[in-house]
């Protein structure tokens, strides 16, 4: 792998910590991700399940991870199911996880080849009163195809039609909302390459440049730097495309006198990072750029003062909400008498800010957790204004982030240049 390995002990500890939540005579089962195909015989590059890797740290398809913590064998408690490296996948894909590594990495004794779970399953079960699988459940999750998750859900429940299926979502949802130590650093990284990418970005545009370009810029940053790639895609939009929010085709010529919205992040340990930087494409803002800039920026460090622990989301983007509407006024696109007047329910920032504020980081980039939990320390989140302006060309948006503590919140990229000065400066040199 390209990242260096977490220690095990992280992996360990979130086991026990969901070990906790289940009650007694309890099995979950947690499968991997499928490899996706494309077309002929293509495939995409893998990507782990997020909740396994939480669990186990293994970062390879065709893995099973089995937790029954009342199991009378000492061994079938924690189990992690392999594909055992043959010959022919030796050639053809090279080598996978021994058992011996698959340990060392996941902190699981009992390691076993994929083909013997037919046979310890039913031993599982036999013991088991309800069992826990997993699907997506992210609140804002469309998922049209089957996944192997799916596929296992049917084939259990058909085979073991008598017992209590429950869900193991919410558990993970509530656990991998706090981050601990290691997850935290593998985020830390994942912040200073993407910081390397965008110096390395600042001292690359000029006029003429294509998004394209820009985006090939970031990419081979993170690669260089053991970084498996972005963590999502990544958003390169000049002119009017940093009006589109999720403007990803990054196929235009950037011109002189435009700004470029950039929303972009590396993955480093499967951990995510979020930045969104706004910079002109001559090295230097026009004053009305400048001035939606300037407001942008003071929303966003208007929300640092929110986000703490103890707050709530509706209430903190109301307030939020509130501030960006008194920017919008300053910057002439509402009125204060209509702001005054408007309807609570449709606000009139919607208008030029229609997204939210925040959201969880982790191993995904739109982490889970519950969105109306109270914000507690360990929780990470972005903080991500924006103002949209499609009669001007002109989108911008900034954001950073944030580890929530006991006394409010740790800006995990405040060495990432911010202020217009700062990104004209570099720029500039």
Request: hydrophobic share 40%.
């Amino acid at each position: 792998m390209r990242y260096a390995p977490l220690a095990p002990e992280l992996f360990v500890e979130n086991r026990r910590r969901f070990r906790e939540l289940l009650p007694a005579n309890s099995l979950a089962i947690f499968q991997s991700n499928d490899i996706m195909p494309t077309n002929a015989d293509g495939s995409m590059g893998f990507r782990q399940s997020s909740d396994l890797y939480y669990l186990a740290g293994i970062d390879q398809e065709e893995s099973i991870l089995v937790i029954s913590p009342n199991a009378r064998l000492e061994g079938h408690r924690e189990i992690l199911f392999l594909k055992e490296t043959s010959d022919l996948i030796l050639v053809w894909e090279g080598h996978k996880l021994t058992k011996e590594q698959a340990r060392q990495n996941s902190g699981i004794p009992t390691v076993m080849w994929l083909e013997s779970f037919k046979t310890v399953l039913p031993a599982l079960m036999n013991e088991a009163e309800q069992v826990y699988l997993n699907t997506n459940e992210h609140i804002r999750a469309v998922v049209d195809v089957e996944t192997r998750d799916a596929r296992f859900i049917k084939a259990i429940q058909q085979q073991y039609p008598l017992h209590t299926y429950r869900r193991a979502a919410p558990l993970l949802h509530r656990l991998r909302a706090i981050k601990g130590p290691q997850e935290i650093e593998a985020m830390r990284t994942a912040c200073a390459i993407t910081e390397k990418a965008l110096r390395r970005v600042l001292g690359f545009v000029q006029p003429g440049v294509w998004e394209f370009e820009i985006e090939a810029e970031i990419v081979h940053e993170f690669l260089r730097n053991r970084s498996r790639g972005p963590a999502y895609g990544s958003i390169i939009g000049s002119g009017k495309n940093a009006t589109v929010l999720h403007y990803t085709t990054n196929d235009e010529q950037c011109q002189a006198g435009d700004v470029i919205l950039m929303d972009f992040g590396a993955e480093y340990a499967n951990y995510a990072a979020d930045l969104s930087r706004s910079i002109p494409v001559s090295g230097k803002f026009s004053p009305r750029q400048r001035e939606v800039y300037e407001s942008v920026l003071a929303v966003m460090r208007y929300a640092e003062t929110q986000l703490r622990a103890g707050n709530e989301i509706e209430a903190y983007h109301k307030s939020v909400g509130e501030k960006m509407a008194q920017e919008l006024i300053k910057l002439g696109l509402l009125k204060a008498e209509d702001v005054a007047a408007q309807n609570p329910d449709q606000p009139l920032y919607k208008k030029y800010f229609m997204h939210g504020t925040s959201h969880y980081l982790g191993l995904d980039v739109h982490d889970v957790g519950a969105k109306y939990r109270t914000f507690e320390p360990g929780m990470v989140y972005t903080i991500e204004p924006g103002i949209y302006i499609p009669a001007e060309n002109l989108g911008i948006r900034l954001e950073n982030d944030y580890l929530l503590t006991a006394d409010g919140n740790e800006n995990l990229m405040a060495s990432i240049p911010l202020e217009a000065d700062d990104i004209e400066r570099l720029m500039q040199r």
